[in-house]
């Protein structure tokens, strides 16, 4: 099982798992401004956040929970972007792009939400620490065309 501590009285946690899509340098900016990364977790820990009222989603690789923080507060201003921590555990001002499967560590707080009628679990991303880096390749477009054509 991967390391995951939840302290329910400060509502904050630490899990280990493989990071895909991670905006954590930079926001992601697709739709809403905000830090955020899909962690694939084992199926203990997962159960553990389903169990919580957190959902968990699943793609083509692997059962995941979300991790995010809005770039802009709700009454205005701006959320400070989540801790960088590198594999020395020294806090960074940068880190590399993170590639699809790296090992990290997430720092996250838990919180209620209730919306036009619905209600539900979010996890805050507090902090992200990298422990082992695959690196991010860029697509370029490579093996969609036969190389002889060009």
Do not use: C
């Not at 203990?44 to 793609?59: A, C």
Request: proline residues 4%.
């Amino acid at each position: 099982m991967a390391e995951n501590t939840f302290n329910p009285a400060s509502g904050v946690g630490e899990v280990t798992g493989r990071a895909y899509y991670a905006s954590v340098t930079t926001p992601n900016t697709t739709f809403d401004h905000k830090w955020e990364v899909n962690l694939v977790l084992d199926d203990e820990t997962l159960d553990d956040f389903e169990q919580r009222g957190h959902p968990v989603k699943e793609k083509d690789y692997g059962r995941f929970v979300n991790f995010k923080r809005n770039v802009d507060k709700k009454g205005g201003g701006q959320n400070a972007r989540p801790v960088l921590i590198n594999e020395e555990r020294q806090r960074v001002d940068t880190l590399p792009k993170i590639g699809n499967g790296s090992l990290v560590k997430v720092q996250y707080g838990e919180y209620s939400w209730e919306y036009s009628g619905k209600s539900g679990k979010g996890r805050d991303l507090k902090a992200i620490q990298l422990l082992e880096l695959k690196e991010y390749i860029e697509p370029d477009g490579s093996g969609m065309y036969d190389e002889g054509d060009f």
